[in-house]
């Protein structure tokens, strides 16, 4: 049984079986105390294992943090603070031993500096531990609401053609070496794909495709950026969610971006009480109060010229200045969700010159109809737009882009059969995890972190 089971348990004269990892062993006159975890939850379950168990002296008492047990016995009360059950031990086998002299986690904080560089261990942390239950935890409330909003998950290509964002961040897929590639207009003519592909930066172009079907559609799966930002706020591979919705606005697409945001801040604030205050107590103590806020209040809205005003008047030397026409700055996105609206903001209508070629033109001619979620203590968190859908424009502004029409001519198909307006909005889910956590750095946010010059594991 779970530990997380028998510790919601009553006690019993049933005997139960507990197996998981030593987290520490206590030795009184007749008895040794265990501390042993499973990773089911943050609390570990008390091992009370006298002097009459067999092999005593041989397995009890060599037992060290990091040690594989199962222990059989019977569930009693217990008289310690904290915990309303411990396991009175009739039978315990060691597993798995773990050397003292070696093993790298022993009962003291580590940083997480140092824990990157044993990440096959470090889920054996408490706050990593955590990290990964929240994670798991907020996954599949994503998928619990877009079920319930009427959403058909769909899986599109992570091997792509395409650069959605057409920045060239693509990492090349190839079975060539250097000197296999060809000379001229196609290097890649004698590829496996034939042509240049590379792995997907994002789905959004395809689950266009989809949702000019299906009518509502979300991916949730892994995209990469190759990306040279060795910062605490990316990584060069990560997860999205990226829903899309015909028949849509852009003020629908950022009502349903906040009402999304909210759904999962209010599930992990239900479902994840003990890990969450591992989180305010030791990595953030502001983080309850912003996961409250975020889960209760509506998100205040303005315009990217708004937001610049603002910005422009307020009485704060910023690193980057501000402008109209350039792009904000997590300091200023902070700025505003912090110091001026204390609460989540949607910033709307920004410049043409400063979002990718697929959002929609608006009539001004100088801004699009994008938004952007920024919450406090991380800045932006959700990106999103409504699509051109008007064949012309989106055509003139691929050309402005300098993308090849060629390559895609698909694309421009959805808008000359049957396109209708469409939005979605893209959410990086290590971000969202971030966020949640209040982990200062997003390689603490996934298993394995993918970084500039790291790919260990």
Known sequence: MLIKQLLHSEPSDQEVVAQGWVRTRRDAKDFSFIELNDGSC?????????????????????????????????????????????????????????????????KKRHSFEFLREIAHLRPRTNSLG????????????????????????????????????????????????????????????????????????????????????????????????????????????????????????LAEDAALAEKFLRYLIRHTLDHCTDDLELFGKFIDQGLPERLAIVAGQEFARITYTEAVQILSEAKVKFTFPVAWGIDLQSEHERFLAEEVFKRPLIVTDYPASLKPFYMRENDDGRTVAAMDILLPGIGEIIGGSQREERYEILERRMLAAGLDLDTYRWYLDLRRYGSVPHAGFGLGFERLVQFVTGMANIRETIPFPRTPGHAEF
């Open 42 to 106: 943050l609390k570990s379950l008390q091992i009370l294992a006298s002097r009459n168990l067999a092999d005593f002296d041989e397995t009890v008492l060599k037992l060290s943090t990091g040690c594989a047990v199962r222990v059989t016995g019977k569930l009693t009360a217990s008289p310690a603070a904290g915990q309303a059950v411990e396991l009175t031990a009739g039978k315990l086998e060691v597993l798995g031993w773990a050397d003292p002299d070696t093993y790298p986690l022993q």
């Open 130 to 249: 955590a990290m990964l239950r929240v994670r798991s935890s907020l996954a599949m409330a994503v998928h619990r609401f877009f079920q319930e909003e009427g959403f058909f998950q769909v899986h599109t290509p992570v091997i792509t053609t395409s650069d959605c964002e057409g920045a060239g961040e693509m990492f090349t897929v190839t079975t060539l070496s250097g000197t296999q590639l060809a000379h001229g207009n196609e290097p890649f003519a004698g590829d496996f794909f034939g042509r240049r592909a590379g792995l997907t930066v994002s789905g959004q172009l395809e689950a266009e495709a989809l949702a000019l079907a299906l009518g509502r559609v979300y991916t949730f799966g892994p995209t990469f950026r190759a990306e040279n930002s060795n910062t605490s706020r990316h990584l060069a591979e990560f997860w999205m969610i990226e829903p899309e919705m015909a028949f849509c606005d």
